[in-house]
């Protein structure tokens, strides 16, 4: 089991799902407003079970009517519950950011060079390095997003600061230049010119 996340407007992949969204839009939608997803839910219940009341032309009956059916056909769920989302392992460059569904999340710089785990679900991503927990984000379902935690900002421009700062002037020193003879000496090729 895996989430897909398909193009907009993809109809081969998912017209159903767009089916569903376009008939919320033109029956659901106008003249409501929502504060957030809970309060879109909220709305959205008593409304399908309105919506849900009433005769469906293709089916020819209440879908109402049909639940019954369509959970006698399905196969019972397996005994551990599969795990949903996203979970990969990445070496965290150094610009510090995992890239996830086009989405770029930040990570606290410490972790730069290191194999870190991204592990996502609908609602948070969560990056761990060693088991530590180096970066948690709110899921984000735009696509190309960057999405920065002003605590990793900071953590980069004082690793920044601290790589930038000049290094200390070389000390003068004198070295000894010895004499080519003396190699020669060592060598027991005195005299060769």
Same mark, same amino acid.
């Given at each position: ?13 998912? +017209?159903? =799902?767009?089916?569903?969204? +376009?008939?919320?839009?033109?029956? &659901?939608?106008?003249?409501?407003? &929502?504060? +957030?997803?809970?309060? &879109? ?14 005769? #469906? ?50 990570? #606290? ?24 927990? =180096?970066?948690? #984000?709110?899921?984000?379902?735009? =696509? ?7 605590? #990793? ?35 027991? =090729?005195?005299?060769?010119?």
């Amino acid at each position: 089991m895996r989430i897909l996340q398909c193009r907009p407007g993809d109809p081969e992949a998912k +017209g159903l =799902v767009e089916r569903a969204n +376009g008939y919320l839009e033109t029956s &659901f939608l106008p003249g409501r407003t &929502f504060t +957030g997803p809970d309060d &879109f839910n909220a709305q959205l219940e008593p409304w399908l079970q309105r919506a849900n009341q009433r005769p #469906h032309r293709r089916l020819g009956c209440r879908p109402v009517d049909r639940i019954a059916v369509d959970r006698a056909a399905m196969v019972a769920l397996p005994p551990v519950a599969p795990i949903v989302g996203w979970c990969t392992a990445t070496r965290l460059a150094r610009d510090h950011y995992v890239r996830l569904a086009s989405n770029d999340y930040s990570v #606290h710089p410490s972790a730069i060079g290191r194999l870190v785990e991204v592990v996502a679900d609908l609602e948070q991503v969560t990056v761990t390095c060693a088991g530590q927990v =180096v970066a948690r #984000h709110q899921r984000c379902w735009d =696509v190309h997003q960057t999405l920065t935690d002003p605590a #990793h900002a900071q953590a980069a421009a004082a690793l920044r600061a601290i790589r930038l700062q000049p290094v200390a002037a070389p000390v003068d020193t004198e070295v000894e230049q010895r004499s080519l003879s003396d190699y020669d000496a060592l060598l027991g =090729v005195e005299g060769v010119a």
